[in-house]
T-cell receptor, first 115, second 109 residues
Framework: DTEVTQTPKHLVMGMTNKKSLKCEQH?????MYWYKQKAKKPPELMFV???????INESVPSRFSPECPNSSLLNLHLHALQPEDSALYLC??????????????FGPGTRLTVL | GIQVEQSPPDLILQEGANSTLRCNFS?????LQWFHQNPWGQLINLFY???GTKQNGRLSATTVATERYSLLYISSSQTTDSGVYFC???????????FGQGTRLTINP
C-alpha cells in the first residue's frame, strides 16, 4: 500500500485563527515532507523530517510550524497566516532518509484558503 | 544554476493520439521522477527513472543521464490522462527534488 493520507481536504481560516494540517503514512517510511503549491506552479519544498527530526527548513516563515509526533505522523501548525498563504499543501513520504535518491509518494493535499 | 526545463508547456490532443513530453536538466542526477497531477491536485507517481527505460501500460519513460534529458511517452491517450505532468530531479550533492514547471496536457474526446 503506497498511501499517504491528509486531513482535512479543505480548510478555510481567518488570519487570526490557529489550525493544523495532518499527514499520515503506514508504509514504514522514515522521511516525510511538506510542500506548498500555488495555482499553476510546481510544488515547493517547505520542510523535511528524517527519522522524526527536522532536517531541512527551506526558510519558511515561523507562522508555519511543523511537528513529527512519531514515524507515521506529520503535522503542520498554522498561526496568523496571510491571504497569500492560500495554496495546496502537500505531504509526501519516502522510505530512505537519504531521500534525494528515493521515490517520494504524495498525499492528496489540503486546499487552504486564508481570508 | 540548477535547472529543470519541461516542454511543451501546454499540449492539447484528441483522444487516441500519442504524445511525448520532455524534461531537460542541467547537471548530473541521482533521482528523476515523473508525476501526474490530476485536476483534483493529487500527485501520482508514474516513474522513478534516473536512467534507462521503463514501461507501464500505455506509458513509458526514458532517461538518458549522459545527455541530461528524460522523455515521457503516452500512447493512445484517454481523457483521464488530462492534467499536469511534472518532472522532478534530485541532483547529486543536493538535498531536495527540483520540480520542472510542468506540461499541462488536455485530452479532448
Amino acid at each position: 500500500d503506497t498511501e499517504v493520507t491528509q486531513t482535512p481536504k479543505h480548510l478555510v481560516m481567518g488570519m487570526t485563527n490557529k489550525k493544523s494540517l495532518k499527514c499520515e503514512q503506514h508504509m514504514g517510511h522514515r522521511a516525510m515532507y511538506w510542500y506548498k503549491q500555488k495555482a499553476k506552479k510546481p510544488p515547493e519544498l517547505m520542510f523535511v523530517y528524517s527519522y522524526e527530526k527536522l532536517s531541512i527548513n527551506e526558510s519558511v516563515p515561523s507562522r508555519f510550524s511543523p511537528e513529527c509526533p512519531n514515524s507515521s505522523l506529520l503535522n503542520l501548525h498554522l498561526h496568523a497566516l496571510q491571504p497569500e498563504d492560500s495554496a495546496l499543501y502537500l505531504c509526501a513520504s519516502s522510505q530512505d532518509p537519504g531521500w534525494s535518491t528515493d521515490t517520494q509518494y504524495f498525499g492528496p493535499g489540503t486546499r487552504l484558503t486564508v481570508l | 544554476g540548477i535547472q529543470v526545463e519541461q516542454s511543451p508547456p501546454d499540449l492539447i490532443l484528441q483522444e487516441g493520439a500519442n504524445s511525448t513530453l520532455r524534461c531537460n536538466f542541467s547537471d548530473s542526477v541521482n533521482n528523476l521522477q515523473w508525476f501526474h497531477q490530476n485536476p483534483w491536485g493529487q500527485l501520482i507517481n508514474l516513474f522513478y527513472i534516473p536512467s534507462g527505460t521503463k514501461q507501464n501500460g500505455r506509458l513509458s519513460a526514458t532517461t538518458v543521464a549522459t545527455e541530461r534529458y528524460s522523455l515521457l511517452y503516452i500512447s493512445s491517450s484517454q481523457t483521464t490522462d488530462s492534467g499536469v505532468y511534472f518532472c522532478a530531479v534530485g541532483f547529486q550533492g543536493a538535498q531536495k527534488l527540483v520540480f520542472g514547471q510542468g506540461t499541462r496536457l488536455t485530452i479532448n474526446p
